[in-house]
Protein backbone atom coordinates (compact mmCIF):
# COMPACT_ATOMS: atom_id res chain seq x y z
CA UNK A 1 0.00 0.00 0.00
CA UNK A 2 2.08 2.95 -1.51
CA UNK A 3 -1.18 5.18 -1.09
CA UNK A 4 -1.34 6.98 2.42
CA UNK A 5 -3.76 9.46 1.62
CA UNK A 6 -7.14 9.57 3.65
CA UNK A 7 -9.66 6.89 2.35
CA UNK A 8 -12.53 8.70 0.33
CA UNK A 9 -15.39 9.96 3.07
CA UNK A 10 -18.31 7.42 2.66
CA UNK A 11 -21.39 9.65 2.81
CA UNK A 12 -21.79 12.09 -0.04
CA UNK A 13 -19.50 15.31 0.73
CA UNK A 14 -21.77 18.96 0.44
CA UNK A 15 -22.05 20.59 -3.36
CA UNK A 16 -20.13 23.17 -4.61
CA UNK A 17 -22.10 26.22 -3.82
CA UNK A 18 -20.22 28.64 -5.41
CA UNK A 19 -21.04 30.53 -8.76
CA UNK A 20 -21.24 29.84 -12.61
CA UNK A 21 -18.40 29.77 -14.27
CA UNK A 22 -17.07 28.98 -17.81
CA UNK A 23 -13.29 28.47 -19.13
CA UNK A 24 -11.57 27.04 -22.15
CA UNK A 25 -8.22 26.74 -23.87
CA UNK A 26 -7.06 26.44 -26.88
CA UNK A 27 -2.95 24.85 -27.17
CA UNK A 28 -0.69 27.64 -28.93
CA UNK A 29 0.71 25.13 -31.66
CA UNK A 30 0.17 25.87 -34.93
CA UNK A 31 -2.51 26.58 -37.38
CA UNK A 32 -5.92 26.58 -36.67
CA UNK A 33 -9.00 25.46 -39.06
CA UNK A 34 -12.60 24.94 -39.97
CA UNK A 35 -12.87 22.36 -37.19
CA UNK A 36 -10.95 24.43 -34.34
CA UNK A 37 -13.65 27.56 -35.52
CA UNK A 38 -16.65 25.20 -34.85
CA UNK A 39 -15.69 22.88 -32.24
CA UNK A 40 -14.20 25.55 -30.20
CA UNK A 41 -14.11 29.38 -31.38
CA UNK A 42 -17.66 29.81 -32.59
CA UNK A 43 -19.15 28.35 -29.35
CA UNK A 44 -16.49 29.99 -26.66
CA UNK A 45 -18.30 33.34 -28.74
CA UNK A 46 -21.85 31.74 -28.06
CA UNK A 47 -21.30 31.37 -24.60
CA UNK A 48 -19.61 34.81 -23.43
CA UNK A 49 -23.30 36.33 -23.05
CA UNK A 50 -24.55 33.70 -20.97
CA UNK A 51 -24.28 35.31 -17.46
CA UNK A 52 -21.22 33.77 -16.34
CA UNK A 53 -18.04 34.79 -16.50
CA UNK A 54 -15.79 33.27 -19.52
CA UNK A 55 -12.43 33.14 -19.21
CA UNK A 56 -10.64 31.87 -22.48
CA UNK A 57 -6.79 31.32 -22.22
CA UNK A 58 -4.40 30.37 -25.01
CA UNK A 59 -2.23 27.23 -23.34
CA UNK A 60 1.25 27.57 -24.02
CA UNK A 61 2.41 25.78 -20.96
CA UNK A 62 1.00 23.22 -22.28
CA UNK A 63 2.55 23.00 -26.32
CA UNK A 64 5.92 22.68 -24.68
CA UNK A 65 5.12 19.53 -23.44
CA UNK A 66 6.29 18.62 -26.95
CA UNK A 67 9.26 20.60 -28.22
CA UNK A 68 8.94 24.44 -29.83
CA UNK A 69 10.55 26.78 -31.56
CA UNK A 70 10.77 29.93 -29.23
CA UNK A 71 10.41 32.74 -31.40
CA UNK A 72 7.81 30.24 -32.97
CA UNK A 73 5.77 29.51 -29.58
CA UNK A 74 5.24 33.72 -29.06
CA UNK A 75 3.65 34.15 -32.57
CA UNK A 76 1.73 30.91 -32.01
CA UNK A 77 0.41 32.72 -29.19
CA UNK A 78 -0.65 35.63 -30.49
CA UNK A 79 -2.06 33.67 -33.61
CA UNK A 80 -4.14 32.26 -31.31
CA UNK A 81 -5.26 35.39 -29.47
CA UNK A 82 -5.93 36.83 -32.81
CA UNK A 83 -8.61 33.90 -33.65
CA UNK A 84 -9.95 34.50 -30.16
CA UNK A 85 -10.75 38.21 -31.42
CA UNK A 86 -11.44 37.39 -34.88
CA UNK A 87 -14.15 34.84 -33.76
CA UNK A 88 -16.34 37.67 -31.64
CA UNK A 89 -14.42 36.98 -28.57
CA UNK A 90 -14.65 40.49 -27.05
CA UNK A 91 -11.81 41.39 -24.12
CA UNK A 92 -14.81 43.65 -22.29
CA UNK A 93 -16.17 40.36 -21.66
CA UNK A 94 -14.48 37.43 -21.70
CA UNK A 95 -10.94 37.01 -19.90
CA UNK A 96 -8.61 36.28 -22.43
CA UNK A 97 -5.06 35.08 -21.94
CA UNK A 98 -2.06 33.47 -22.45
CA UNK A 99 -1.72 30.56 -19.37
CA UNK A 100 2.01 31.35 -18.99
CA UNK A 101 1.23 34.83 -17.65
CA UNK A 102 -0.46 33.68 -14.56
CA UNK A 103 1.71 31.31 -12.38
CA UNK A 104 -0.74 30.01 -10.12
CA UNK A 105 -1.59 27.25 -12.86
CA UNK A 106 1.89 25.80 -12.38
CA UNK A 107 2.15 26.02 -8.49
CA UNK A 108 -1.59 24.34 -8.11
CA UNK A 109 -0.18 22.19 -11.00
CA UNK A 110 2.52 20.94 -8.12
CA UNK A 111 0.03 20.40 -5.86
CA UNK A 112 -2.27 18.75 -8.07
CA UNK A 113 0.65 16.32 -9.17
CA UNK A 114 0.82 15.05 -5.75
CA UNK A 115 -3.17 14.87 -5.76
CA UNK A 116 -3.14 12.45 -8.52
CA UNK A 117 -2.27 9.03 -9.18
CA UNK A 118 -0.06 7.42 -11.23
CA UNK A 119 -2.91 4.41 -12.06
CA UNK A 120 -4.77 7.69 -13.30
CA UNK A 121 -2.72 8.82 -15.40
CA UNK A 122 -1.80 5.75 -17.12
CA UNK A 123 -5.42 5.06 -18.36
CA UNK A 124 -5.20 8.67 -20.74
CA UNK A 125 -5.30 7.92 -24.11
CA UNK A 126 -4.02 10.94 -25.42
CA UNK A 127 -0.68 10.17 -23.67
CA UNK A 128 -0.68 7.55 -25.49
CA UNK A 129 -1.36 8.50 -28.70
CA UNK A 130 0.94 11.74 -28.05
CA UNK A 131 3.80 9.79 -27.02
CA UNK A 132 3.44 6.56 -29.37
CA UNK A 133 6.08 3.80 -29.67
CA UNK A 134 8.83 6.04 -28.02
CA UNK A 135 7.09 6.74 -24.50
CA UNK A 136 10.71 6.98 -22.48
CA UNK A 137 11.58 9.28 -24.57
CA UNK A 138 8.35 11.62 -24.23
CA UNK A 139 8.91 14.63 -21.77
CA UNK A 140 7.34 14.01 -18.40
CA UNK A 141 5.32 17.32 -18.58
CA UNK A 142 3.54 15.49 -21.53
CA UNK A 143 2.56 12.58 -19.09
CA UNK A 144 1.08 15.20 -16.61
CA UNK A 145 -0.51 17.16 -19.32
CA UNK A 146 -3.19 16.40 -17.58
CA UNK A 147 -2.70 17.66 -14.56
CA UNK A 148 -2.09 20.83 -15.50
CA UNK A 149 -5.07 20.85 -17.35
CA UNK A 150 -7.07 20.20 -14.30
CA UNK A 151 -5.04 23.09 -12.43
CA UNK A 152 -6.08 25.36 -15.34
CA UNK A 153 -9.48 24.79 -14.87
CA UNK A 154 -10.14 24.59 -11.14
CA UNK A 155 -8.17 27.75 -10.69
CA UNK A 156 -10.93 29.54 -11.70
CA UNK A 157 -13.54 27.21 -9.71
CA UNK A 158 -14.87 26.92 -13.81
CA UNK A 159 -17.98 24.97 -13.64
CA UNK A 160 -18.60 24.22 -17.51
CA UNK A 161 -15.71 23.27 -19.94
CA UNK A 162 -16.57 24.06 -23.80
CA UNK A 163 -14.06 21.09 -25.44
CA UNK A 164 -14.35 18.79 -28.03
CA UNK A 165 -15.27 15.10 -27.64
CA UNK A 166 -11.50 14.49 -27.15
CA UNK A 167 -11.16 16.22 -23.90
CA UNK A 168 -14.01 13.93 -22.19
CA UNK A 169 -11.61 12.09 -20.69
CA UNK A 170 -9.32 14.47 -18.97
CA UNK A 171 -12.15 16.31 -17.75
CA UNK A 172 -13.23 12.96 -15.61
CA UNK A 173 -9.73 13.52 -14.74
CA UNK A 174 -10.24 16.85 -13.61
CA UNK A 175 -13.07 15.69 -11.63
CA UNK A 176 -11.25 13.13 -10.14
CA UNK A 177 -8.33 15.57 -8.99
CA UNK A 178 -11.35 17.51 -7.33
CA UNK A 179 -12.89 15.26 -5.45
CA UNK A 180 -9.65 13.65 -4.01
CA UNK A 181 -8.42 17.21 -3.33
CA UNK A 182 -11.65 18.13 -1.07
CA UNK A 183 -11.35 14.71 0.09
CA UNK A 184 -8.11 14.63 1.46
CA UNK A 185 -7.80 18.16 3.01
CA UNK A 186 -11.49 17.83 4.87
CA UNK A 187 -11.99 20.73 2.49
CA UNK A 188 -15.82 19.47 1.29
CA UNK A 189 -17.12 21.99 -1.93
CA UNK A 190 -13.68 23.65 -2.03
CA UNK A 191 -13.37 22.77 -5.78
CA UNK A 192 -16.24 22.55 -7.58
CA UNK A 193 -17.45 19.05 -9.88
CA UNK A 194 -16.60 20.63 -13.72
CA UNK A 195 -19.26 19.47 -16.76
CA UNK A 196 -17.92 19.37 -20.04
CA UNK A 197 -19.97 21.23 -22.65
CA UNK A 198 -19.92 18.93 -25.98
CA UNK A 199 -22.44 19.90 -28.16
CA UNK A 200 -23.61 20.45 -30.95
CA UNK A 201 -22.83 19.17 -34.73
CA UNK A 202 -19.64 21.02 -35.10
CA UNK A 203 -17.77 19.14 -32.04
CA UNK A 204 -16.07 16.88 -34.79
CA UNK A 205 -15.42 18.12 -38.06
CA UNK A 206 -14.15 15.12 -40.45
CA UNK A 207 -11.55 16.06 -43.05
CA UNK A 208 -12.30 17.23 -46.75
CA UNK A 209 -10.81 14.28 -48.68
CA UNK A 210 -11.52 11.50 -46.06
CA UNK A 211 -15.21 11.69 -44.16
CA UNK A 212 -13.20 8.84 -41.47
CA UNK A 213 -10.32 11.22 -40.17
CA UNK A 214 -10.63 14.51 -38.38
CA UNK A 215 -9.91 17.38 -39.61
CA UNK A 216 -6.66 17.98 -38.24
CA UNK A 217 -3.97 20.47 -38.65
CA UNK A 218 -1.31 17.58 -38.86
CA UNK A 219 -3.26 16.25 -42.27
CA UNK A 220 -0.68 16.44 -44.74
CA UNK A 221 -3.07 17.68 -47.28
CA UNK A 222 -4.28 21.46 -47.28
CA UNK A 223 -6.93 20.05 -49.07
CA UNK A 224 -8.39 18.73 -46.12
CA UNK A 225 -9.02 21.36 -44.17
CA UNK A 226 -10.39 25.20 -44.41
CA UNK A 227 -7.53 27.28 -42.36
CA UNK A 228 -8.55 30.39 -40.86
CA UNK A 229 -6.00 32.09 -42.60
CA UNK A 230 -7.89 30.83 -45.95
CA UNK A 231 -8.57 33.74 -48.26
CA UNK A 232 -12.33 33.71 -50.20
CA UNK A 233 -11.45 31.86 -53.35
CA UNK A 234 -9.25 29.42 -51.34
CA UNK A 235 -12.35 28.66 -49.24
CA UNK A 236 -14.52 28.19 -51.93
CA UNK A 237 -11.96 25.86 -54.15
CA UNK A 238 -11.60 23.70 -51.17
CA UNK A 239 -15.35 23.47 -50.37
CA UNK A 240 -16.03 22.11 -54.12
CA UNK A 241 -13.01 20.00 -54.63
CA UNK A 242 -14.00 18.15 -50.84
CA UNK A 243 -15.12 14.52 -51.36
CA UNK A 244 -18.35 13.57 -51.35
CA UNK A 245 -19.94 10.87 -53.60
CA UNK A 246 -22.79 10.15 -55.92
CA UNK A 247 -25.82 10.04 -54.56
CA UNK A 248 -28.77 12.64 -53.84
CA UNK A 249 -29.28 14.13 -50.53
CA UNK A 250 -31.26 11.78 -47.99
CA UNK A 251 -34.13 13.37 -46.20
CA UNK A 252 -33.43 11.82 -42.79
CA UNK A 253 -30.27 11.69 -40.47
CA UNK A 254 -30.36 7.93 -40.43
CA UNK A 255 -30.03 8.47 -44.41
CA UNK A 256 -26.73 9.66 -44.02
CA UNK A 257 -25.57 6.51 -42.23
CA UNK A 258 -22.20 4.46 -44.42
CA UNK A 259 -21.82 8.17 -46.34
CA UNK A 260 -19.23 9.35 -44.01
CA UNK A 261 -18.10 12.40 -46.84
CA UNK A 262 -22.35 13.54 -46.98
CA UNK A 263 -22.80 13.18 -43.23
CA UNK A 264 -19.83 15.72 -42.79
CA UNK A 265 -20.68 18.61 -45.37
CA UNK A 266 -24.23 18.46 -44.03
CA UNK A 267 -22.81 18.65 -40.58
CA UNK A 268 -20.62 21.62 -41.78
CA UNK A 269 -23.48 23.25 -43.07
CA UNK A 270 -25.37 22.73 -39.83
CA UNK A 271 -23.08 23.97 -37.78
CA UNK A 272 -22.38 27.34 -39.99
CA UNK A 273 -25.36 28.34 -40.59
CA UNK A 274 -26.52 27.45 -36.40
CA UNK A 275 -29.40 24.93 -37.29
CA UNK A 276 -30.01 20.94 -37.08
CA UNK A 277 -28.88 18.32 -40.09
CA UNK A 278 -32.11 17.45 -39.88
CA UNK A 279 -33.28 20.85 -41.24
CA UNK A 280 -30.53 21.30 -43.68
CA UNK A 281 -32.19 17.82 -44.68
CA UNK A 282 -35.46 18.92 -44.78
CA UNK A 283 -34.59 21.68 -47.10
CA UNK A 284 -31.74 19.76 -49.44
CA UNK A 285 -33.11 16.37 -48.94
CA UNK A 286 -33.38 14.72 -53.00
CA UNK A 287 -30.53 17.39 -53.83
CA UNK A 288 -27.57 16.40 -55.61
CA UNK A 289 -24.06 17.96 -54.32
CA UNK A 290 -23.82 19.37 -57.88
CA UNK A 291 -26.20 21.82 -56.25
CA UNK A 292 -25.75 21.68 -52.67
CA UNK A 293 -21.64 22.39 -52.79
CA UNK A 294 -22.29 25.38 -54.35
CA UNK A 295 -24.38 26.64 -51.66
CA UNK A 296 -21.97 25.46 -48.94
CA UNK A 297 -19.20 27.01 -50.61
CA UNK A 298 -21.50 30.51 -50.31
CA UNK A 299 -22.25 29.41 -46.84
CA UNK A 300 -18.56 28.92 -45.66
CA UNK A 301 -17.42 32.04 -47.64
CA UNK A 302 -19.90 34.46 -46.37
CA UNK A 303 -19.53 33.14 -42.71
CA UNK A 304 -15.89 32.24 -42.60
CA UNK A 305 -14.33 35.04 -45.11
CA UNK A 306 -15.10 37.97 -42.53
CA UNK A 307 -13.42 35.85 -39.78
CA UNK A 308 -10.09 34.76 -41.46
CA UNK A 309 -9.84 38.51 -42.66
CA UNK A 310 -9.84 39.77 -39.39
CA UNK A 311 -7.33 36.99 -38.22
CA UNK A 312 -5.19 38.31 -41.46
CA UNK A 313 -5.28 41.83 -39.65
CA UNK A 314 -4.44 41.22 -35.90
CA UNK A 315 -1.68 39.52 -37.24
CA UNK A 316 -0.90 42.10 -38.90
CA UNK A 317 -1.34 44.18 -36.03
CA UNK A 318 0.76 42.67 -32.86
CA UNK A 319 0.19 45.50 -30.30
CA UNK A 320 -3.86 45.22 -30.62
CA UNK A 321 -3.69 41.21 -29.74
CA UNK A 322 -0.67 42.14 -27.00
CA UNK A 323 -2.66 45.17 -25.43
CA UNK A 324 -6.11 42.28 -25.16
CA UNK A 325 -4.01 39.79 -23.89
CA UNK A 326 -2.23 42.03 -21.04
CA UNK A 327 -5.79 43.30 -19.76
CA UNK A 328 -6.77 39.86 -19.39
CA UNK A 329 -3.95 38.17 -18.09
CA UNK A 330 -4.16 40.92 -15.25
CA UNK A 331 -7.74 40.05 -14.49
CA UNK A 332 -7.25 36.30 -14.81
CA UNK A 333 -4.28 36.99 -12.22
CA UNK A 334 -7.18 38.63 -9.24
CA UNK A 335 -9.04 36.01 -10.26
CA UNK A 336 -6.64 33.00 -9.43
CA UNK A 337 -4.84 34.54 -6.52
CA UNK A 338 -6.88 34.18 -3.94
CA UNK A 339 -7.77 30.89 -5.15
CA UNK A 340 -4.27 29.23 -5.07
CA UNK A 341 -3.27 31.46 -1.41
CA UNK A 342 -6.61 29.59 -0.07
CA UNK A 343 -5.45 26.06 -1.81
CA UNK A 344 -2.00 26.38 -0.13
CA UNK A 345 -3.18 27.39 3.65
CA UNK A 346 -5.21 24.36 3.44
CA UNK A 347 -2.31 22.08 2.20
CA UNK A 348 -0.50 23.44 5.26
CA UNK A 349 1.88 25.32 3.37
CA UNK A 350 4.05 28.19 5.72
CA UNK A 351 2.11 31.63 5.82
CA UNK A 352 4.72 34.08 6.81
P1 LIG B 1 -6.39 21.13 -30.91
O1 LIG B 1 -6.13 21.93 -32.13
O2 LIG B 1 -6.48 19.67 -31.16
O3 LIG B 1 -5.52 21.50 -29.74
O4 LIG B 1 -7.87 21.51 -30.44
C1 LIG B 1 -8.29 22.78 -30.01
C2 LIG B 1 -9.82 22.76 -29.83
O5 LIG B 1 -10.48 22.52 -31.08
C3 LIG B 1 -10.32 21.66 -28.87
O6 LIG B 1 -11.45 22.13 -28.15
C4 LIG B 1 -10.70 20.54 -29.83
O7 LIG B 1 -11.64 19.66 -29.27
C5 LIG B 1 -11.26 21.32 -31.02
N1 LIG B 1 -11.07 20.57 -32.29
C6 LIG B 1 -9.90 20.19 -32.87
N2 LIG B 1 -10.11 19.53 -34.04
C7 LIG B 1 -11.47 19.48 -34.20
C8 LIG B 1 -12.33 18.93 -35.21
N3 LIG B 1 -11.85 18.32 -36.30
N4 LIG B 1 -13.67 19.08 -35.04
C9 LIG B 1 -14.18 19.71 -33.97
N5 LIG B 1 -13.42 20.24 -32.97
C10 LIG B 1 -12.09 20.14 -33.08
N1 LIG C 1 -6.02 19.92 -23.80
C1 LIG C 1 -6.85 20.86 -24.51
C2 LIG C 1 -6.82 20.54 -26.02
O1 LIG C 1 -5.92 19.89 -26.50
C3 LIG C 1 -6.38 22.28 -24.29
C4 LIG C 1 -6.55 22.69 -22.87
C5 LIG C 1 -5.55 22.90 -21.96
C6 LIG C 1 -7.78 22.91 -22.21
N2 LIG C 1 -6.08 23.26 -20.75
C7 LIG C 1 -7.44 23.28 -20.88
C8 LIG C 1 -9.11 22.84 -22.60
C9 LIG C 1 -8.43 23.56 -19.93
C10 LIG C 1 -10.10 23.11 -21.65
C11 LIG C 1 -9.75 23.47 -20.33
O2 LIG C 1 -7.71 20.95 -26.73
Redesign the pocket.
Known amino acids: MTDQTPAPVAPAAPAYAGPRRIL ?1 G ?2 A ?1 GA ?2 L ?2 Y ?3 LKRFTELQDTGAPLFVFVADMHAITVWQDPEKLTAQTREIAAAYLAAGLDPAKATIFPQSAVPAHAELAWIFNCVARLGWLDRMTQFKEKSGKHKERSSVGLYTYPVLQAADILLYKATEV ?6 KQHLELTRDIAAKFNNDFGAPGFFPQPEPLIQGP ?5 SLRDGSA ?4 SDPSDLSRINLTDDADTIAAKIKKAKSDMDVLPDTVEGLDGRPEAKNLVAIYAALSDTTREAVLAEFGGQGFGSFKPKLAELAVTSMAPVTAEMRRLMADPAEIDRALAVGAERAREVAQPVVDEVKKIVGFWQG
Open positions: SIQSLHGNLGAPVGEDQGTRVMKMSK
